[in-house]
């Protein structure tokens, strides 16, 4: 096989005390025998067993007659039991124990699915069975993975190798394809979108018949495990397929194109979800060519994938890339409400704005996109990327579940009780059930899929996340923990002070208070602080020899006031913000003295100082794992670790050295300083 098998990993034994005496699946659910995702359940059951308890599984077949795998329960021997329970939750299951069998109960089959990964996951953490008792319902209704692959195979910020959808621009389904399905589908993922956003090239082709019959072959295999494929459209794919003149989504021919094009597609394709568009955003196309909105542009496309149920997930990351770093008045930051919310209620029933977490761009820290809050009549969904651009590139550890659930748990302030980002995205807030989370993958065809071993962390952490948002960041982590390494104390420990610490200690040695970037322009794997400075990106933080930050108050660009109250008026006065954003909504002098009593300047030499200290630490308790983990992971994870211990050096002596000069003041703990 070549690759890993992650948390799905069954050669590890487990002690089997807990799972004595279970010798039967039993499936109790009519016909069966056609549902794949009942059989893939049964299986990965059988697998699971087989591996990790040394025990064949015996499959017992109740309800429909004559199937060859029908066997008598002797009486003795406990059994796993997949039980049909009308009336409950979509995608729920009921997971517990009854006089010694372990029964999985759903009202539908992907719930049956999840029931049985978790009852894995009990064996793997070796919990006691025969108190199980576990009732879970996902929450947001969509749990997405983004893809940014190619068809040439490379992947757009992708750390881990290259795509394993996609050679040479042909689609490949092998067995990594369904033991990507099987890992997705374990944490709870549901829907996925193969290639990039930015579609070009052969991808634009994705939709017509050179690969519309591999296509329906992947979204079968992903069918199998409960995850709907989509795919990222071309907006101008009637111009570059060369069949029409323009992509006017108020012309009726563009318009018709679509129609048919749509038949076509779902007529060939027929569990599709839908599509992902990326337009008029980077240089893609979009409706801003013709004079016509956003909404016009989604609605066009979700009229003609209706009447197949295809959904169309519109991102709301547009902005301008053509700005004047002179220009003090336009903000980037303030684009995608700027061009979203007047649209607000116009979108169709089956269009879902996605919006990524922040009105930059991914970075270690920003405020909540104030769309959230801010559309009230419209399906959102929120975009998040574990694939760390901007945050390490999966060389450095940052486990990023901890800024998720802060993202999630923001009070938006759009109504009395149901008002936090995870209301909204979860449905609560305006009852919709076209909504939930996405987030950019961090896969590749590397043998461990993440090249940081440890980023695994971040693709389970995400799906049982948007599967159980109410879980802490420490929960997942070592859940995460235990399923992949097992059950070792010390492992268990040290893995989760390196998880737990790596996001704070990221955000303190690399940009400080909110500011942001401070990345080498491209490929984005900093520091420099001046690297977006002076470009048409819209990204700067204005520093001079007195201070440093962006004035985006009522007094500078006004987004401050883009939220509600009362979160505009605390973002809108330097006195009230929050310190670790305070850059990002204002230009402050150095000597400003922050809530936490330190000095602007001092605090950025300070957590620059401290966070190299945590990766120090972070370091040193990583080695001491040596023979605690399999050796190929643990060298793997050593070079990584290593790599960030003197990467966070360069950051800490580039940015500390670099407001040294500008603002002539000293350290006041006289740390050398260059
Ligand atoms: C970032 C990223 C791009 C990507 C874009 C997007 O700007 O650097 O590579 O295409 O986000 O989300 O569309």
Redesign the pocket.
């Known amino acids: 096989m070549g690759y890993e098998q992650l948390w799905l990993d069954y050669t590890r034994k487990v002690s089997g005390r807990e799972t004595e005496g279970i010798i039967y699946i039993c499936v109790g659910i009519p016909d069966a025998e056609k549902d794949a995702l009942i059989q893939n359940s049964v299986k990965e059951l059988q697998e699971a067993f087989a591996g990790m308890v040394g025990r064949e599984l015996t499959l017992r077949q109740e309800g429909s007659a004559g199937t060859g795998a029908a066997q008598a329960r002797t009486g003795e021997g406990r059994e796993i039991r997949l039980v049909r329970r009308e009336g409950m939750r979509v995608e729920s299951y009921h997971l517990y124990c009854e006089k010694g069998d372990i029964v999985i109960e759903a009202s539908d089959s992907r719930g049956i699915l999840y029931g049985a990964f978790d009852l894995i996951r009990q064996v793997k953490m070796e919990n006691p069975l025969h108190l199980l008792d576990r009732t879970n319902a996902p929450l947001m209704p969509m749990r997405m993975l983004d893809h ?1 692959d190619n068809m040439d195979g490379s992947i ?2 992708g750390y881990s190798g290259e795509s394993f959808f996609f050679v040479k621009d042909q689609i490949v389904i092998d067995e990594r394809t369904r033991d990507y399905a099987r890992l997705a589908a374990s944490v709870g993922i549901n829907a996925v979108v193969i290639n ?3 579609v070009k090239d052969a991808a634009t082709w994705l939709i017509t018949d050179r690969y519309l019959d591999q296509v329906k072959q992947l979204s079968e295999v992903f069918a199998g495990y409960g995850i709907r494929l989509f795919l990222s459209l071309n907006y101008a794919a009637p111009m570059e397929l060369g069949e029409l003149e323009s992509a006017d989504p108020l012309s009726e021919e563009v318009r018709g194109w679509w129609h048919e094009r749509m038949k076509k597609v779902f007529g060939k394709v027929s569990d599709l979800g839908g599509f992902l568009i ?1 337009a008029d ?2 240089g893609r196309p979009g409706p801003f060519t013709y004079g016509r909105t956003h909404a016009d542009g989604a609605n066009m496309l979700a009229e003609a994938a209706a009447p197949y149920g295809g959904t169309i997930i519109w ?1 709301c ?1 547009v902005y301008n890339c053509m700005q004047d770093w002179r220009d003090y008045k336009t903000d980037r930051a303030r684009s995608g409400y700027d061009n979203f919310m007047d649209l607000d209620g116009k979108f169709m029933d089956n269009v879902i704005l996605q919006i ?1 977490n922040g009105p930059m ?2 970075q270690v820290r920003e405020p909540v996109h104030p769309l959230f809050g801010g559309l009230t009549k419209t399906n959102q969904m929120l975009e998040v990327q574990i694939a760390q ?1 901007y945050t390490g590139q999966q060389r450095h550890l940052c486990y990023l579940i901890p800024m998720f659930k802060e993202i999630l748990g923001f009070r938006t302030y759009v109504k009395e009780e149901t008002d936090t980002v995870m209301d909204i995205v979860s449905g609560r807030t305006f009852g919709q059930r076209n909504c939930g989370m996405a987030a ?1 993958a961090n896969t590749g065809n590397d043998d461990n899929w993440t090249g940081h071993d440890m980023a695994a962390a971040n693709w389970y952490g995400f799906g049982r996340l948007a599967f159980e948002p109410e879980l802490t960041a420490e929960e997942i982590a070592r859940e995460w923990i235990r399923v992949t390494y097992g059950n070792d104390e010390q492992v268990e420990e040290t893995m989760m002070f390196l998880l737990m610490s790596s996001w704070p200690a990221y955000e303190s040695y690399t940009s400080p208070l909110g500011i942001g970037w401070m990345v080498s322009p491209n490929n ?1 794997y900093g520091p420099s602080v001046d690297g977006y400075e002076y470009s048409r990106w819209g990204t700067y933080h204005r520093a001079d020899h007195q201070g440093i930050g962006v004035d985006r108050s009522h007094e500078g660009t006004g987004y401050a006031m883009l939220y509600r109250k009362p979160n505009a008026s605390v973002y809108d006065d330097k006195e009230k913000c929050p310190d670790e954003l305070l850059l990002f909504f204002h230009h402050i002098p150095y000597t400003w003295k922050l809530r936490s009593g330190k000095t602007v300047i001092q605090h950025i030499y300070d957590s620059h100082f401290e966070g190299v200290e945590i990766v120090d630490e972070m370091v040193e308790q990583f080695m001491a794992l040596q023979g605690r983990l399999p050796e190929a992971a643990y060298e793997r994870m050593a070079r990584r670790f290593l790599e960030q211990k003197e990467h966070a050096r360069e950051w800490r002596d580039q940015i500390n050295a670099y407001f040294h000069r500008k603002s002539g003041i000293l350290d006041e703990k006289g740390r050398e300083v260059y």
């Open positions: 940014w757009e910020r990039n956003v930015n990326k955003s980077e991102r990351f990524k761009d991914f651009e950019v984005h």
